[in-house]
């Protein structure tokens, strides 16, 4: 118990005589002192006395499906940064191979009587995942926002990058290089945000019966690009769009395993920006997910569900920008 009470007085900021008023319900603190006491008690996975259970903690979920992909640590640097600002403890989960499942970290999130959680990049994003946990979280009425698109039916808030306009972006950077033949990366096939950015490339290029000949899926790793992209390349295609920035980099060592040059031979475009992207070689050509402001938007629509302002179920779309750099150049030829 003394042991519990130094912790929780330090992790708090506060004297053990505070700790222990705030646990025994007693007058004489402040509600910001006794909301730090609270919060201090989650984080440290202690449990909170019987009768302070039943409410919530000013402590806020942010799932994550890896910390590798450079995208999802800039992602967590802007979310956990607002929500500090809000008053909100943020609490990091980041899923591993072999480790704690998104399931887990829901179970895990709803012991600590989060107020709220962020998902990213989960198996919403996934049609053919299991979705159950998300269910869990709406029987219990908290406050969920998704980041980036996933399946309807489950009626969260999202904040999403406007895919189609992603696509158009890159495809027109490529068409106005000469490019003819020109083919996509994506994820799995049930994967909402790739499904999203083919349907935009199938309008903007009319493709037809050769469809199947232009799209590659992978899963989001440097090895499946490669093995995706090498297909493409043998194929004859001369400007790939990737559906991230690390499939990207696995095309780029795809056609130089093949003997060709990027760009000379072969132009690649990215999507996300994430850090480094300006060192790689060449310094790749992507188009830039706001996150900054998705980020922010979606601690704000999580806060307006916490303190009972209402839901927006509609999705807020964000508009993307092309980045030109290094790995792009006129089709061979021109």
Known sequence: MTKRLTEVAKKAGVSEATVSRVLNGRDG???TTRTAVLTALDVLGYERPTKLRGERARLVGLVLPE???PIFPALAEVVTGTLAQRGYTPALCARTIGGVSEMDYVEMLLDHQVSG????GGSYALADARHDHYRRLTDRGLPVVLVNAGVDELGFPRVSTDDAVAVEQAYGHLRSLGHERIGMVLGP???VPSRRKLNAMVQAA???DDEAERVERSSFSMEGARVAATKLVERGVTGIICASDVLALGTIRAARRLGRSVPADVSVVGFDDSAFMTCTDPPL???RQPIETMGQAAVDLLVTQIEGAGVLHDELLFEPELVVRGSTAPAPGR
């Open 117 to 120: 959680v962020i998902f990213a």
């Open 29 to 31: 603190v402040s509600e």
């Open 67 to 69: 910390l590798q992909n």
């Open 285 to 287: 050509t992507t188009v």
């Open 206 to 208: 009319g493709w037809g």
């Open 189 to 191: 096939e049930g994967h």
